[in-house]
């Protein structure tokens, strides 16, 4: 059974850093496309960040240049690094399994979450 | 960017109630369109795929169609379990979810 956990999440100040963490069991990381999506409260779903198996990332313009994913393939897990927190990155961090079809990909399989909230 | 625009953003129905929410990509994204349901406090769960591929284990009262700039999502027969809030998703161009459909009951 493929199961993921965040970690990571909490109060941090305006301008702050914070790496979330997401371990993974019955999947490998590094042979995965994985993603992560975060919903701030009340509202809808966002795409954050995505490692391609290959290694390549992509993000939305939101993060650019603030937010960077990576792996550690020996812990099997999967980390978001974001620096120059604002508040609206307050959020429920998830991180999630994409799979890759012909092209396309979808999120199948993802974590609990974990709670961001960038305050004074 | 592809902006995905879901309706409406919600919609009150009965059990047994079919019901149609439509998503609208902002330029062709061929089949490359997925449905979630969420449910409070909890991770979204994947219903469709492609547009119109049911996830494994997921009830077939759950139907998904369209292509290219215009889909819907319809659920048939509709359940106490499926008042929750659907999200659309792309993935042709970087990926997008749309804003939400509550359904309640």
């Known amino acids: 059974e493929v199961q993921l956990a965040e970690t990571g999440g909490g109060l941090i100040q305006p301008g702050g850093s914070l790496r979330l963490s997401c371990a993974a069991s019955g999947l490998t990381v590094s042979s995965n496309y994985m993603s992560w999506v975060r919903q701030a409260p009340g509202k809808g779903l966002e795409w954050v960040s995505i490692?391609?198996?290959?290694?390549?990332?992509y993000y939305p313009e939101s993060v650019k240049g603030r937010f960077t994913i990576s792996r550690d393939n020996s812990k099997n897990t999967l980390y978001l690094h974001m620096n120059s927190l604002r508040a609206e990155d307050t959020a429920v961090y998830y991180c999630a399994r994409a799979v890759v079809i012909t092209g396309m990909d979808y999120f199948d399989c993802w974590g609990q979450g974990t709670l961001v909230t960038v305050s004074s | 960017d592809i902006q995905m625009t879901q309706s409406p953003s919600s919609l009150s129905a009965s059990v047994g109630d079919t019901v149609t929410i439509t998503c609208r990509a902002s330029q062709s994204i061929n089949t490359y369109l997925n449905w979630y349901q969420q449910k409070p406090g909890k991770a979204p769960k994947l219903l469709i795929y492609?547009?119109?591929s049911l996830q494994s284990g997921v009830p077939s009262r759950f139907r998904g169609s369209g292509s290219g700039t215009d889909f819907t999502l319809t659920i048939t027969s509709l359940q106490l379990e499926d008042f929750a809030t659907y999200y659309c998703?792309?993935?042709?161009?970087?990926?997008?979810f749309g804003q939400g459909t509550k359904v309640e009951i």
């Open positions: 490692i391609y198996s290959g290694g390549s990332t």
């Open positions: 998703q792309q993935s042709h161009i970087a990926r997008t």
């Open positions: 492609g547009a119109s």
